[in-house]
């Protein structure tokens, strides 16, 4: 018997009441801390993953959670839904801050061309990319899963919420997130040579067999 | 390696309650998976919020609470907004739409402001839904400006148009009727909506006969095609406008008559089953006498009596019969009308 369920436990029986929500809302400086101090961890882990960039994941961090609670009056959920709609909010952050970043890189491209050509030779952007995620094995071998599989497990085991809560998140069925989370952590195993080859190419992704195709994505549907 | 591997939904079904720490047997297939989630899961666990940034973070928050110390009362606060708001666009709707509900109120149809007035009319009653007494009201006065258009038609000769008006005035007044029957069962008092309704559909009906009449002994001078579309018009809203001397044929929405409208014994007679002189026999008006002739007696179809005493706008009609006029004389209708086909000055009638 194996559970990993020490670290989603902490966040998902995190002791909040609905009076904590209505105080919040209020701003009672007392009910903002114990959700801070409920939340704010797994959103930290959450940008961490996703940015791989330490003060930039503090930053959205900080940033969703102003958000959040100014707008927690707007929030009709209850409290046990707090959390998917505070990953809704940092999903939403992400998503904003990558479009910025892309089209910053575009607006400024000849810039950071002319720059380039000016700046020490040794500063390698990519090493500097790999450098943000140093040590961090698994999170490298991460960006060989598909986008969907690795914002599932992001939000599965950064964000600690169950299979249903970010199937809300997402959109998706609570179905379609467990073949996510298997197919994501299949893939990871694999890249982390956690598999033996004959058992990778037993069942390839995506499948060869088109029915299997369509049944895979049927369920990720 | 496990040939017979379960089917995928329970792999994901046993993955995912592996994932939620719920107890589950560890299988070859699932246990590379979990390998990789709690590699992840340890390195996930690596990334702690610095206690100094939460702080910040905490500060930024509590900042904002101080500057928006107002936040208890945001409720409200959005509840009178929201009041503020629908104040203000009905100020600024006031401002656009009064002038132009000025210019159009006299409006007759075909004219170049007639629709707005209608447009006016639909958003005066939008505005009144939320009560059935007000809205029953508001169908009433609508009524009542179909019958002034009506009038004003005929007083104009715009005889093209009166068949399409004596149509509007027809559907308003059953409009209305159904509103006031609604009201009344809501429980709200609607008596006196329901005696001004009455008299806008006996001023229509008497108005709409003597055009009718006109058209047919050729007193005003219409095409063919204009005086059956008139006539047509007439007879089709004789129901719901009933004709001086007949009494009122309930319509849809209209409410339960008493029973002194439909007393068993006074059925219409067949040679003339809209005209009522059964209840006359019953029940005559004692200060209301027929001028000529039995009570009993019919007059022509196609040229029926108008009254002695036609109600007009400013009475209230009854409706229950009581007080009906009966047939009043022939010879007395042709008297009124004029050679134009204009409508004579409808008189008061004297109290009962």
């Known amino acids: ?221 | 390696m496990n040939i017979n591997r379960p089917r995928p939904n329970k792999l994901h079904d046993e993955l995912d309650a592996l994932l939620d720490g719920r107890p589950v047997e560890l299988t070859d297939e699932l246990a590379p998976l979990a390998e990789a989630a709690e590699s992840l899961r340890a390195e996930l666990a690596t990334y702690q919020l610095d206690p100094g940034v939460a702080d910040h973070h905490l500060e930024r928050v509590l900042e904002g609470s101080g500057t928006v110390v107002q936040l208890p009362v945001r409720g409200p606060a959005g509840d009178w907004e929201v009041r503020r708001r629908v104040v203000a666009v009905a100020l600024a709707a006031a401002l656009v739409l009064a002038p132009a509900t000025i210019a159009s109120a006299a409006a007759l149809p075909g004219q170049a402001m007639y629709p707005f007035k209608l447009a006016i009319e639909q958003l005066r009653i939008a505005s009144v839904q939320w009560s059935s007494g007000r809205e029953a009201g508001e169908r009433t006065r609508v009524a009542h400006a179909r019958l002034q258009e009506f009038q004003s038609l005929v007083k104009l000769k715009m005889f093209t148009q009166v068949p399409g008006a004596l149509r509007a005035l027809e559907q308003a007044v059953v409009a209305a009727q159904a509103a006031v029957a609604e009201a009344r069962a809501d429980g709200e008092r609607v008596g006196s909506v329901e005696a001004r309704l009455t008299e806008v559909r006996a001023a229509g009906g008497q108005v709409a006969e003597q055009v009718r009449v006109a058209a047919a002994n050729g007193s005003i001078d219409l095409t063919n095609g204009t005086r059956q579309a008139v006539q047509a018009a007439v007879q089709q809203s004789q129901d719901v406008l009933p004709p001086p001397g007949r009494e009122a044929v309930p319509t849809k929405g209209t409410p339960t008559p008493t029973t002194d409208e439909s007393p068993p014994n006074t059925a219409p007679s067949e040679t003339n089953p809209p005209l009522t002189s059964g209840p006359q026999t019953t029940n005559p008006p004692p200060t209301n006498p027929p001028t000529s002739g039995p009570q009993t007696t019919n007059p022509p179809p196609t040229d029926p009596p108008t009254s002695t005493n036609p109600p007009t706008t400013d009475t209230v009609a009854p409706e229950t019969g009581e007080d009906e006029p009966g047939s009043g004389s022939d010879k007395a209708g042709s008297e009124e009308r004029t050679a134009e086909g204009n409508v004579p000055p409808t008189t008061a009638p004297p109290a009962p």
Do not use: C
Not at chain 1, 21 to 36: D, G, M, N, Q, S
Not at chain 1, 56 to 62: F, H, K, N, P, R
Not at chain 1, 146 to 171: F, H
Not at chain 1, 181 to 189: T, V
């Open chain 1, 1 to 221: 018997m194996l559970g990993f369920g020490g670290e989603r436990e902490a966040v998902s029986k995190v002791g909040l009441s609905a009076a904590d929500l209505v105080a919040a809302r209020l701003r009672e400086p007392a009910a903002v801390t114990r959700i801070y101090t409920a939340y704010a961890p797994a959103l930290f882990r959450f940008f961490m993953a996703s940015v791989g960039d330490r003060h930039l994941a503090e930053d959205l961090t900080g940033n969703t959670f102003v958000s959040a609670i100014e707008g927690l009056p707007k929030f009709r959920g209850p409290v046990e839904a707090l959390g998917g709609w505070l990953f809704q909010i940092a999903r939403h952050d992400l998503y904003d801050h990558r479009r910025k970043q892309s089209r910053s890189r575009i607006e400024s491209l000849d810039e950071n061309l002319t720059e380039a050509t000016r700046t020490d030779a040794t500063v390698d952007p990519e090493e500097l990319a790999i450098d943000r995620l140093e040590g961090s094995r698994v999170l490298v071998a991460m960006r060989e899963l598909s986008p969907d599989q690795r914002e599932v497990l992001m939000l599965r085991m950064a964000g600690g919420m169950t299979a249903p809560e970010v199937a809300t998140v997402l959109g998706k069925t609570t179905g379609a997130v467990k073949a996510l989370q298997h197919r994501g952590l299949a893939s990871l195993a694999r890249v982390l040579g956690l598999r033996s080859p004959d058992e990778t190419q037993e069942r390839p992704y995506p499948s060869p067999d088109p029915g299997r195709l369509t049944s895979q994505e049927d369920e990720e549907r």
